[in-house]
């Protein structure tokens, strides 16, 4: 009796890759994406000024992601492409974060079953609408897997523990200071111990409701400064009216 030797199973396969894909998303620092009243926040830990895990897709869309580089890089300018053609070819408004979404998961899940290598990538396409109950924060994962977050959404090597740290605080409706001052915080919770992150290693960026037209806008330098500084007076315990007379 003959004996095929080499054989592997399709199960065994599909959990290779995504132990392989995971190990490589974990490797990266946490992205988190915030609802507020005045529309989305994105805020990650970014080492590099230039290399931008976060960035504008489409007048009200914009596209954030951990993982490999130069893999999501080819995603972006993907959706980038996708978005400017369908809007050329038809209209602005026809262009949605929903259609954008499904685009990446079919990409990603042809990639994960039929390439050698799957994407070591974890992108979230979000939508800013009119109001915040027509925002949308969709989350696709490394094999094509679709979410719809609501409120917010966490990715990352440390996605559990900074996600629980934002799902406990997190307030509806907070304002723009408010929720990056607890997107900072909960960035700084990716280890046993919690760090006090340096404005110069935040990449922040938001989809501005009340902006004409493009809504994306990065924050940084002063105006960062100033945002997180009034996000902390927020948090801050009150001082207690009864005792002012001391």
Known sequence: MSMQFGYVSPEQIMKDRADYARKGIARGRSVIVIQYAG???????????????????????????????????ILR???????????????RVDVSGRALANVYAQTLGT???????PYEVELVVAEVGQTTDA??????????????????????????????????????????????RLAVDALGRDTDEPRQLATSSLEVAVLDRERP???????????????????GSETSPQPDSEGSGD
Request: glycine share 10%; aromatic share 12%.
């Open 39 to 73: 529309g989305i926040l994105f805020a990650a830990e970014s080492p590099s000024p230039s290399l931008h895990k976060i960035s504008e897709i489409y007048d009200r869309i914009a596209f954030a992601a951990v993982g490999k580089y130069n893999e999501f890089e």
């Open 77 to 91: 300018q993907a959706g980038v492409r996708l978005a400017d053609l369908r809007g050329y070819s038809y209209d």
């Open 111 to 117: 990639i994960f079953t039929q390439d050698p290598k």
């Open 135 to 180: 925002d949308q924060i969709y989350r696709i994962t490394y094999d094509g897997s679709v979410w719809a977050d609501s409120g917010f959404s966490v990715m990352g090597g440390a996605a559990e523990q900074v996600g629980q740290y934002v799902s406990e605080h997190f307030t509806k409706g907070a304002s723009l200071e408010g929720s990056l």
């Open 213 to 231: 037209r493009r809504r994306f806008r990065r924050l940084t330098g002063p105006v960062l400064d100033s945002l997180l500084a009034r996000g």
